[in-house]
């Protein structure tokens, strides 16, 4: 590892050196990532610009929508008191992060540009239709995050832009959100399979309004189940329809076979996380 | 590459060191301060040997440039006994025989001291998700989760 440190102290300073060096430089933000790969020489930037001076990068704010900045690290998803209720699956997706060191440090941010399709925290965000800001030479950005997110360790990010924040609307009426992750072990170890699960019921609490099924390492990127979605939406939140969504999330995913599991396996775990996700949403109606 | 002054606060102490930018806190606090209490194993943020607390939060020394602790507080194993006194997480891990060859263990106790500081009646289960990020090739973690619990009730007396 060989490179110029940069601290920027404002997020224009932090923007202009982006835009300055271009392909040569890489944000640093907890560095559980980036660090690892440059010391196994994956990658090797010129210029390295650690983001923990930029002040409000790291700010959650809640009005109508919540805005995560992109600094904002698990550890504080996990202790956001206002995340308890409708966004307890975003806790639960922040919480299961690596081991406690790693959640310390590592942020929101990382993990989207990571665009690794194991990442724990961008289903959850994925379910909740997010949006993320980029801002670069050529000013701000916003995209949907399905949009951002490309391929394996790639996202729609353009060289020296910084990712400032992740949006999406705060959940109303009668709304849950629920993840759960299967790993060989239950604390630090990735994704074998992850399901982050959004369901809205009607008024009456009878049907089911939106669903939304976002899945992790099943594919090329975190993926949405639409088709499982669609047959969960306008119907009545039966134990058989949500089988019956687990089977076309099942049908549907395109998972790989690697040391963790095979795809086979994979499969069978979305056929049967995805139900137990949309119980456990239901659940949490009552 | 050329190098940094930078003053780092450790245990309390100022240390100015001559540095490159790349070199991890680990690096600099074992080779150029000779603390070498706070371990060096897989350097990929896996086994937790190398824990310390920057501003009071455990983190994996191996993976933080040193450029990055500025003007921040370190806190690593030979900071943690006060006036000659073990802290009571250390007292702990001798009266329940929680230490075999030792490497794991200042990664252990720091690991321990920041989460106890939040939450001292921690139960075992959450003491046990809470070491997910230390490992131990050698006690089998009973006498080490034991250790933290009866910390835990003695910070909690403490205070
Ligand atoms: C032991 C271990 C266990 C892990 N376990 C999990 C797990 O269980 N689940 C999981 O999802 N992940 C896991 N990870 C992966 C990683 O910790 C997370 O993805 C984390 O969120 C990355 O965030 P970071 O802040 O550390 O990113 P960094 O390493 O700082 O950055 C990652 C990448 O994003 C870029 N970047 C960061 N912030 C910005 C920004 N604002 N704008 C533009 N570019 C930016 C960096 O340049 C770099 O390319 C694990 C990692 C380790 C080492
Ligand atoms: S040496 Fe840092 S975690 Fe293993
Ligand atoms: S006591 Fe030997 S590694 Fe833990």
């Known amino acids: 590892m060989s490179f110029q440190y940069h601290e920027p102290v404002s997020l224009a300073e932090a923007v202009d050196l982006g835009a300055r060096f271009g392909a040569d430089g890489r944000f640093l933000a907890g560095g559980t990532d980036l660090i690892i790969q440059m010391r196994r020489g994956k990658v090797a930037p010129r210029h390295v610009l650690s983001l923990h001076r930029v002040p409000g990068l790291d700010a959650i704010e809640l009005n109508g929508s919540v805005r995560l900045g992109a600094l904002v ?7 956001c008191a206002s995340f308890q209720g409708r966004l307890r699956g975003l806790v639960e997706g922040a919480e299961v992060v690596g081991g406690h060191q790693i959640r310390n440090v590592g942020t929101v941010g990382g993990n989207i540009i990571n665009a690794s399709p194991a990442a724990d925290v961008v289903p959850v965000l994925l379910a909740l239709d997010a949006t993320i800001t980029c801002v670069g030479a050529d000013g701000e950005r916003t995209l949907t995050l399905e949009e951002f997110l ?8 353009r060289p020296g832009e910084l990712l ?20 060989r072990r239950r604390a630090m170890e990735i994704s074998v399979v992850c399901v982050a699960a959004r369901l ?10 939106e669903a939304r099924i976002a899945l992790g390492a099943v594919a090329p990127t975190t993926w949405r189940a ?11 939140l039966t134990p058989e329809a949500m089988r019956e969504a687990g089977r076309a999330a099942a049908a549907g995913c395109r998972p790989i076979g690697d040391v963790r599991a095979s795809a086979r396996y994979r499969r069978l775990l979305v056929e049967t996380l995805v139900p137990r996700a949309l119980a456990r949403c239901r659940k949490r109606f009552e | 590459m050329s190098k940094v002054a930078l003053e780092l606060c450790i245990n309390g102490e100022r240390h100015e060191v001559l540095t490159e930018p790349h070199r991890t806190l680990l690096d600099v606090l074992r080779v150029d301060l000779g603390l070498t209490g706070t371990k060096e194993n897989c ?21 933080v440039l040193a450029v990055q602790c500025r003007g921040r507080a370190v806190l690593t194993i030979e900071g943690v006994a006060e006036h000659g006194a073990l802290h009571p997480i250390q007292q702990a891990f001798i009266d329940h025989g929680a230490v075999q060859c030792g490497y794991c263990i200042p990664g252990m106790i720091l690991s321990a001291k ?40 003695a910070v909690a007396a403490g205070r």
Not at chain 1, 226 to 236: F, Q, T, V
Not at chain 2, 47 to 58: H, K, M, N, Q, W
Not at chain 2, 120 to 148: H, W
Request: hydrophobic fraction near 40%; charge should be neutral.
């Open chain 2, 114 to 153: 920041a989460f106890l500081e939040e939450r001292p009646g921690a139960t075992e289960a959450e003491v046990r998700e809470m070491l997910a990020g230390n490992l131990c090739r050698c006690t089998g973690y009973q006498k080490i989760a034991d250790a933290v619990v009866a910390a835990g009730r």
């Open chain 1, 226 to 236: 639409r088709e499982a979605e669609r047959l969960l939406e306008g119907r009545p």
């Open chain 2, 43 to 63: 350097l990929e943020a896996e086994c937790g040997v190398c824990t310390v607390l920057l501003d009071g939060r455990a983190v994996n020394s191996c993976i």
């Open chain 1, 150 to 157: 490309l391929e394996p360790g790639r996202t729609a990010r």
């Open chain 1, 164 to 183: 400032t924040a992740v949006r999406f609307a705060v959940p109303q009426g009668r709304t849950a959100t629920a993840f759960l992750k299967a790993g």
């Open chain 1, 73 to 79: 690290t698990h550890r504080a998803i996990e202790r």
């Open chain 1, 200 to 209: 809205t019921l009607d008024a009456t609490g009878e049907r089911c309004v």
